[in-house]
């Protein structure tokens, strides 16, 4: 047994052994711990703003960033870093100070804390909380809170507005997003996220994954949306968007202040990307092979971890994609799209899975979620829809 | 094992904070925030009780879970009342208005 | 919504400049001082007490769209230009209301023209002619504490620099060099500049 | 159990810590800092800010948190369900649908009402 | 456990002085930013009494829904940049007599009316049992609850939307 | 015309008194989506606009004034600097007002020239504003395609005149000199690559649904109301209404070419976005048929050395990119205009500005804003 908390667990007796008290080796965990995924955390938002731009530069026939560090500017978000430090720090005369300095950290903390129950790879995970799920829905309410006080605190127009939008798009956009994490949480029967893992270690009919985005197709799709709301991301980035409200709520925040907030929400699209792998997409199953010279456990481990990152880098990417191709929505059709059309369908999905969950008959979810699909298609279609002038015609 | 009294003395500094917020605050809605912490005190007791006797089933939590939602019936709705208020009189300060009064 | 604006407009009959003028002269005749024919163009003076019904009465016979309010000083007085033409055919109105320079002030014409706020506003704030009745006549492209109308013709700003011509200063720095101290002269001369290159 | 929720604190702590270490350690040390009356205004697009930023804002704020504020406390009664119904079988699914119909007339209310609209 | 017991005075002083700060602090935002504090404090003091789920509930319900709802009335209502001299009215004394006289009585209540008593070490995971005992005993409070949050929702809208 | 036009929120506000107390927020001069220094001062309901005052004058620079002090050649530069996107419909302009005047014929090569750069011209300041348009409407990518053409334009235009932004390239009477010899391949590659082009836009644009809903039924200005505004240009034929100084008030050689008015009626920022993503199309049409058709010979006419108009005076308009580009010059006899007014289409555009922003959102706000497509250049002259 070498997996990781094996790893601990000899920690623990040789200090055990040593005569320490408890406290320490475990305060010695939880510091390499955190450590680990702060740096992470860092380098994925790092490596993300970094890919963002190369993503956005290859979408537009351009390059990107290409001098920084060599190879195809690898060390821009470096520099990036270097300059945000390096910058003057200004608080507004009119602003409410402290309110001001404390929501980067209630929107950076609660951004961490998130990290706590994401499971890595099998057996590597934080703490497996089990009430995951709510635990994650929860803490990412925080983040929504701290960009009110940051919007409210810095007394501007724009500021003000960007955080009023973001609360009201955060609430609208939280219940569907809750509704549709339900779907799998019923059909695992677990709130935790490495039990809802394990839940996807079967195959659907023998053939495809066991994963549930395949029975839950719809409430992916519809997570997968509400989560681009939650993170602010286009087309749903009206809290900040650019050219109505300048930058929104962090219009008053410069250098590090700013960075911190910056750092967040890179953070946060990797956190609700996990979720979404977490959840839809099977975590860290794929398949693998035991590689030679290594114990069975390593190697599943190490083959998992990799398939984590694999899919939830792949759902960001799609996150960058749409954000480089659509344009920004307005706020009535925002909220309009997530009451009117989100939330029913996700009652939808939630009782036809409900239904067919207790009449046992699993096979039926994918009936019911593609007639779920069918019908939302056809309802969006039907709806009193703007018209469409082609190209071409004539009035 | 934290004694039992401890939850429910803090319980009680809560609650009575919170109602001497909700006597003399003069903002409406700063009186509906003393109020929620007054429901929170209650609700730790609840829960402290639920830790602490087991052979009730949970009942604390139970009912910790309905308080939450009378709570949040209670803020949407005397939200509601405070802005209906602001409307007709311009102020949120209960002591200024007094339609009830002769 | 109307797809064609004759739905709205008085079917304007495709006429000649000459029967526009005939048809304005006979309406309301007392007004114009000075009118003529150029090309499609009917050119007219109008005195300034009764420009506004001039203005109404061009426009209800067809030409719906005001071009652009111009002001000219012509050092005896001001005048206000109106270039109005039609959507529908060719012939033009240019209108031109004499006003006096010191006491400057025309009916505005907004309540015909809605976009002839903004025109008048220039006009007041380059020339400092008056619209009577205009609702919001300010100071639109310059600073609103200025001081002066810059394109009257007598305005002076000691910031003004007074133009001269191409090589002019060269020309007059030689001739004073050449006068003064006519051995400096040349190295206060800028080099000159290279000729632009010609097809 | 609550164990687990020490790392829940201590990564929210760390969190904290991070943001005060990068903004009032690291950079206060190098960053410079000379500000005067004019880089402090609040920024309102080059111009003197009208009046205050804090400004009342609109009741159709307030409404869509009011019917979020429900399908909250709905969801808190989702998940425990969601949990075990299958284990309680038809009656507990049918006890759901009947808690989130009368849920929905709700919304259907609001609908009408206009509650959701932004106008 | 003494560790155990330096955290909870740690969350009950800090939870303690966000409540005084929302019921002493004159600028009614800060009282309201003070407020969630306070609810995550409680939050905290939840998980250390076992009941993550009503933690989790706590922050879901009252720091995202409840104090944002605060947070938009506040922003309704009051000119905040107009500062109020007085934020209490004329019962002071009276009030902080009746708060402490209650105050008084929970603590001699708390510490001499109850047996000592002592849980389990470790409750089981709750959420499954509290899901039970909602759709089985409590079943008619449960479907209850529905009809007061219909109600509430749309008294609330009437109120809200007085046109 | 889907979305309901909400009714005058003044009127709500008077209902209910103080509760929604309006805001007075200033967008620009120093705002992304200002298209320059302009600034608009808006009065907010929430997030509906009660109403809009405009603020120009930022980029003033005395064109006028200027204008007077120079010689009908010399002001040809300053014209350049009117509408910098569109420099050459400038020039082209200007120097028709100046030969109007004087009743100067210039050579048809010269007239085909000019056609093809203005047309060209167009087309690449439609390009700019389609780009700039995406950008207010938070699609980042049209913009950087937009550009990626627009620099082929501007590189052909390099060849031509040696500029890339102020070319100064008419004469009064004439061109300065012919095309260069590979300039008539590189426009014809140019006119093949670019093609193709238009309808990647539209996948990008016209075909996303997101960019229908926030531009359809927003901004509307009935064209009763553009009329009364002057509306001209785009503005004007996407309110139904056909009207292009190319065909209805003939300059220049238009009247040999083949080619339509794109013309929309439902008045919105749609319809302005169509009229002018179907202009493009017609403009290279244009320069196609051009291309064929020019004739060799001179490219300028015999002129005077100093150009002196006889004394008299000339309201001239021309369709620029953005409408009627009118001026107005009062010459006494001399080298120098007595009079130099400039009929700016952005200027009269913009002036109707609060009339479509009334009851909108602030996020629609850069949408009508964009779709009058302003450049300040030409607004503050």
Sequence with gaps: ?395 | ?102 | ?199 | ?119 | MTLKLGIFYFLAAFTVWAAAVVVLGKNIVRAAVALIFGFCGMAALYVLLDAEFLAAVQVLIYVGGITILLLFAIMLTSRIGATTARVVNDQVILSAMAAVGLLVGLIYASTSGIPAMSGPPRLPETTPFLGRALLTTYALPFEAVSVLLLAAMVGAIILARKE | MDRPIPIGTTVVMERTGETMEEMYVNMGPQHPSTHGVLRLMLKLDGEYIIDCIPYIGYLHRCHEKIGENRNYTQIIPYTDRLDYLASMSMNFGYVLAVERLMGQKIPERAEYMRVILAELQRIASHLIWLGTFGLDLGNFTIFMYCFREREMILDLFESVTGQRLNYSFYRIGGMPMDFPETFLTDCQVFLTWFKPRLPEYDAIMTDNILFQKRVQGVGISPPQVAVDYGLSGPMLRACGIKWDLRRNDPYSIYDRFEFDIPVFDTCDVWARYMVRRKEMEESVKIVEQALAQLPPGEVMAKMPKTIKPPAGQIYSRAESPRGEIGFYIISDGSPKPYRYKVRSPAYVNLSALPEMLKGCLVADCVAVLGSVDIVLGEVDR
């Design chain 4, 1 to 119: 159990m609550a164990a687990d929720y020490a790392y829940v604190g201590f990564f929210l702590v760390v969190g904290v810590l991070f943001v005060i270490l990068n903004i009032e350690v690291l950079s206060r040390i190098i960053r410079p800092h000379n500000p005067n009356p004019q880089k402090l205004t609040t920024y309102e697009c080059g111009e003197e800010p009208i009046g205050i930023g804090w400004i009342r804002f609109h009741v159709r704020y307030y409404l869509y948190a009011l019917v979020y504020i429900v399908f909250a406390v709905e969801t808190v009664f989702l998940f425990p369900w969601a949990i075990v119904f299958r284990e309680l079988g038809m009656f507990a699914f049918l006890e759901m649908m009947v808690f989130i119909g009368i849920l929905l007339v709700g919304l259907a209310y609001a609908w009408k009402k206009g509650a959701l609209e932004w106008a």
């Design chain 2, 1 to 102: 094992m934290i004694p039992l009294s401890h939850y429910l003395i803090l319980g009680g500094i809560i609650f009575s904070l919170g109602v001497f917020g909700a006597l003399t605050r003069r903002n409406a809605i700063a009186i509906l925030m003393s109020i929620e912490l007054m429901l929170n005190g209650v609700n730790l007791n609840f829960i402290a009780f639920a830790r602490y006797l087991p052979q009730t089933m949970l009942q604390g939590q139970v009912f910790a879970i309905f308080v939450i939602t009378v709570a949040a019936a209670e803020a949407v709705v005397g939200l509601a009342i405070v802005l209906g208020l602001y409307r007709n009189f311009k102020t949120v300060n209960v002591d200024e208005i007094n339609l009830m009064k002769w």
């Design chain 1, 1 to 395: 047994m070498m997996t990781f908390a094996s790893l601990v667990e000899r920690f623990y007796a040789a200090m055990a052994a040593w005569g320490i008290p408890w406290i320490v080796p475990t305060l010695i965990v939880m510091v390499i711990v955190v450590s680990v995924v702060l740096a992470y955390i860092s380098v994925a938002a790092m490596f993300m703003i970094w890919w963002e731009r190369k993503i956005s530069a290859h979408i537009q026939v351009r390059y990107g960033p290409m001098r920084v560090g060599g190879w195809h500017g690898w060390a821009q978000s470096i520099a990036d870093g270097i300059k945000l430090l390096l910058k003057e720090d200004l608080i507004p005369a009119g602003a409410d100070k402290v309110v001001f300095v404390l929501a980067p950290m209630v929107v950076f903390g609660a951004t961490v804390a998130a990290y706590v129950t994401i499971p890595w790879a099998p057996g590597l995970i934080v703490r497996d909380l089990n009430i995951g799920i709510l635990y994650m829905v929860s803490i990412s309410s925080l983040v929504v809170v701290g960009i009110i006080m940051a919007g409210w605190s810095s007394n501007n127009k724009y500021a003000t507005l960007g955080a009023l939008r973001s609360a009201a798009q955060a609430v609208s956009y939280e219940v569907p997003l809750v509704l549709s994490l339900l779907g799998p949480v019923m059909i695992a029967g677990t709130m935790s996220m490495g039990k809802l893992v394990e839940a996807q270690s079967g195959r659907w009919f023998g053939v495809l994954p066991g994963w549930f985005v395949f029975p839950q197709i719809v409430a992916f799709l519809i997570y997968f949306t509400c989560a681009l709301a939650e993170c602010n991301r286009l087309p749903f980035d009206i809290p900040e968007a650019e050219s109505e409200l300048v930058a929104g709520f962090h219009v008053e925040y410069s250098g590090m202040r700013f960075a911190m907030f910056f750092l967040a929400e890179y953070a946060n699209m990797f956190v609700v990307s996990a979720i979404a792998t977490t959840v839809f997409l099977g975590g860290w199953h794929g398949p693998w092979i035991p590689l030679p010279g290594l114990p069975r456990e390593v190697a599943h481990g190490l083959f998992g971890l990799v398939w984590f990152q694999v899919k939830c880098y792949f759902l960001i990417f799609v996150m960058m994609w749409l954000r480089w191709t659509l344009a920004r929505l307005r706020v009535d059709q925002l909220m309009a799209f997530a009451w009117k059309v989100l939330l029913p369908i996700s009652f939808a999905n939630l009782i036809v899975t409900g239904l067919v969950l207790v009449l046992g008959k699993q096979a039926l979810l994918y009936v019911g979620g593609i007639a779920i699909l069918l019908l939302a298609a056809i309802l969006l279609a039907a709806r009193p829809a703007a018209r469409t002038v082609r190209v071409g015609e004539r009035t």
């Design chain 3, 1 to 199: 919504m109307p797809k064609c604006l004759s739905a709205r407009l008085p079917w304007f009959e495709e006429m000649t400049p000459e029967e526009i003028l005939g048809q304005l002269k006979q309406k309301i005749g007392d007004a114009i001082t000075q009118s003529e024919v150029k090309g499609i163009e009917v050119r007219l003076t109008v005195k300034p007490e009764q420009s506004w019904e001039v203005c109404r009465l061009v426009r209800d016979i067809g030409f719906e769209y005001l071009n652009c309010i111009s002001g000219a000083d012509w050092m005896t007085h001001l005048e206000v230009v109106y270039d109005l033409s039609s959507l529908q055919h060719l012939n033009k109105v240019h209108l031109r209301v004499p006003v006096d320079r010191d006491n400057s002030v025309v009916r505005t014409v907004t309540d015909i023209w809605r976009g002839a706020n903004w025109h008048e506003r220039e006009c007041y704030d380059l020339f400092g002619v008056r619209f009577d009745g205009h609702p919001d006549l300010r100071r639109i492209l310059l600073p609103e504490d200025w001081v002066g109308y810059p394109l009257r013709k007598d305005y002076t700003d000691e910031r003004l620099v007074p133009y001269t011509e191409y090589g002019m200063e060269e020309k007059l720095a030689k001739a004073e060099g050449e006068k003064a101290a006519p051995k400096d002269a040349k190295s206060l001369q800028p080099p000159a500049p290279a000729k632009p290159a010609t097809a």
